[in-house]
Structures are given as C-alpha cells and as structure tokens.
C-alpha cells in the first residue's frame, strides 16, 4: 500500500528512538521486529560477525548517547570495526533498523525531528545520518514542535497560547506556541542539549549510591583509577535508571540487589545487599 511522501516520521532519541506513520489521520507507532516495542534503545554493538542495534546490543562494544557527540569530530572504535565511527554513522544504524520495522514497502522519505537547540552542524550531522540510512528525502523538525503539531491534530480548537516541554534522554526543549482558529505559529523556543534524563541517572549515581557504597566498602581507589571508577558507574546505571522511574509518580523508593557490584579497594569482590532510600 502507497502512502504519502512523508507520512513516516521517526524520533531519533539519545536513549530510544521511534518510528511511525499517518493512518487516516491517526498516528501508529511500528513497533520493534521480535521485540514488539514502541521504542527502540538507541545503541549499537559491534561483534566479530554483525552489528546489532537496539534490545539485541548486549554485552561488550556497545556505544549509545551518541546524539550528544553529533556534529562533532568525536569518533568510536572497537576491534570489530572497519574504522572509526562518527556518530552520524552511529546514528545511521538505528535509523536503518527503524527503516526496517516497515516491511511492506522500501521508505524513501522521512521526517526526523531533531532538539530546537541543534546547530548547523549538529543538522548536517542527521541529514547525512538519513543518507547514510538509505533515505533520499528528509526533513527535519524540532521536537517540541513536533509534539506541538501532534497535540494539535486533535485538539485545534483550543486558541491561545501553549508551552511545550520536552524532556528527553539527553536533551531538553521548550516551545512557546500560539494557536488562532486551528493556525498553529512558534512563537519562541529554547533549551539545552546536554539535559537529560542520562544527567538525572548520574547524579543519582554520584550524590546517593556512590556515597552509599563508600559507607559500606573501601572503594576509594578505586573510584580514583578513571578506567574502573567508569565501570563501576555502568554497573550501577540500572539502579539509577530504576529509581529515577519510580520516583517520577512517588517521593520515595526502597531498592534492593544481591548482585555484585564491584571488587574493593583489597580485591575482595563486594554484593550489594543494601536499602536505599530516596526522598
């Protein structure tokens, strides 16, 4: 079935990305092959044979949060790779694999909404991302507007003046928009795009359960050496990322694991039995 030239917009996000399309007027997300999810984890996983992209990244050589180093001359690499990584490139894999969702038909064109604070370069990055993808046509559109347009669809009659927050992964948008008898215009935008979610995860990391295993544990040292005080922080994401969850609709959370955590500062290998407590 043939659709419109741009009735496929995808979210590109630092932490999921998202595709969907136009249905009669109705919005529906395509979700992930096998997985069935609306999202997709924006990471890649470079293995000896392949290149996964999304739930499938597991293990080792995984790069993700790369939308924050776009536009930059900031490169990855990993044994498996032919070379470097840019993270147009990057960002070109999740893209393929959100093209591939769609099976009944080959995307040409796209609509990729991008943070209202991107700078030219960081826009140039993403169109050569959609190349690289394989699309021939692309548009960008910021995200704020985006949802701005998508709220709208359904509630047009609403006139007066709206303000759109975006709170992503990594990025943070605001729109100040107006709507007049179902015209919608931007009136002002703003934002940061190094503001995420991914920043609420370090200071939960930093301010409470680091601090928490220094009261158990002598781990000073090793928070000292910068190659295993980063692998502590990414064993302790996933409690981060948990309790940052549970904190969006209560004040307080108890967390519990009985798995290792790190080995301490004498070798000995250290799990976790603790309650935290997050007000």
Request: net charge negative; hydrophobic share 35%; proline share 2%.
């Amino acid at each position: 079935m043939a659709r419109e030239k741009f009735d496929f917009g995808i979210d590109l996000g630092t932490t999921n990305s998202a595709i969907a399309y136009m249905d009669n007027g109705q919005i529906k997300i395509i979700k992930s092959s096998g997985f069935q999810k609306d999202t997709t984890p924006s990471k890649v996983q470079f293995t000896r044979k392949s290149i996964r992209v999304g739930d499938s990244a597991k293990g080792k050589n995984i790069f993700s949060e790369f939308k924050r180093t776009m536009g930059t001359d900031k490169t990855y690499n990993c044994e498996y790779m032919e070379h470097p990584y840019g993270s147009e490139e990057l960002s070109a894999e999740v893209l393929k694999q959100l093209k591939g969702y769609v099976s009944e038909e080959n995307i040409q064109a796209t609509v990729i909404t991008v943070p209202n604070q991107f700078n030219q370069n960081q826009i140039d990055a993403t169109q050569r991302a959609a190349e690289l993808a394989g699309f021939q046509s692309c548009e960008l559109l910021q995200e704020p507007i985006a949802a701005s347009m998508a709220y709208g669809m359904e509630a047009m009659t609403m006139d007066g003046h709206w303000l759109v927050f975006d709170f992503g992964g990594g990025t943070f948008d605001s729109a100040l928009m107006t709507v007049n008898e179902g015209i919608m215009k931007v009136v002002d935008t703003g934002g940061n795009n190094h503001l995420g979610g991914k920043d609420i995860d370090s200071a939960i990391i930093d301010n409470i359960l680091i601090p928490r295993l220094q009261g158990e544990y002598a781990i000073d040292e090793l928070l000292s050496s910068a190659e295993k005080g980063f692998d502590l922080r990414l064993e302790l994401k996933l409690a981060a990322e948990t309790l940052k969850i549970a904190l969006s609709n209560k004040s307080k959370e108890d967390y519990f694991t009985d798995e290792p955590v790190c080995d301490d500062d004498d070798g000995e290998h250290k799990k976790w039995w603790g309650i935290i407590v997050v007000v």
